[in-house]
């Protein structure tokens, strides 16, 4: 079992920043990959950023490359997503994910284990 436990949402003023953190505890951390997805009113979840166990490896939806980054401390068991440039558009509910390893990162079937969401706001 693996539980994630996401933190960091808020209201932000178009332009602002924000750093969400991913606390993970059960089955250990360094062992598994993770990813990041939000979910606007009215639509479905969709891809943010991923990242490899180790760290060594990083994937971005378009829509956010360049503005955020992914990172991860596996002494803290934690995984983050700072985000940068922030626009009325990236207001949403966001999501740590553990993935299965050999999935297709980009898809929300390829993770097994979701955190229960922080709310984003970006006001313009």
């Known amino acids: 079992q693996v539980q994630l436990v996401e933190s960091g949402g808020g209201l932000v003023q178009a332009g602002g920043s924000l750093r969400l953190s991913c606390a993970a505890s059960?089955?250990?951390?360094?062992?598994?990959?993770m990813g990041w997805f939000r979910q606007a009113p009215g639509k479905e979840r969709e891809f943010v950023a991923f990242?490899?166990?180790?760290?060594?490896?990083?994937y971005y939806a378009d829509s956010v490359k360049g503005r955020f980054t992914i990172s991860r401390d596996n002494a803290k068991n934690t995984a983050y997503l700072q985000m940068n440039s922030l626009t009325p558009e990236d207001t949403a509910v966001y999501y740590c994910?553990?993935?299965?390893?050999?999935?297709?990162?980009?898809?929300?079937?390829?993770?097994?284990?979701w955190g229960q969401g922080t709310q984003v706001t970006v006001s313009s």
């Open positions: 059960g089955r250990t951390f360094s062992s598994y990959n």
């Open positions: 990242i490899t166990w180790s760290g060594g490896s990083t």
């Open positions: 994910a553990k993935h299965r390893v050999g999935d297709n990162y980009a898809y929300t079937g390829s993770y097994d284990y």
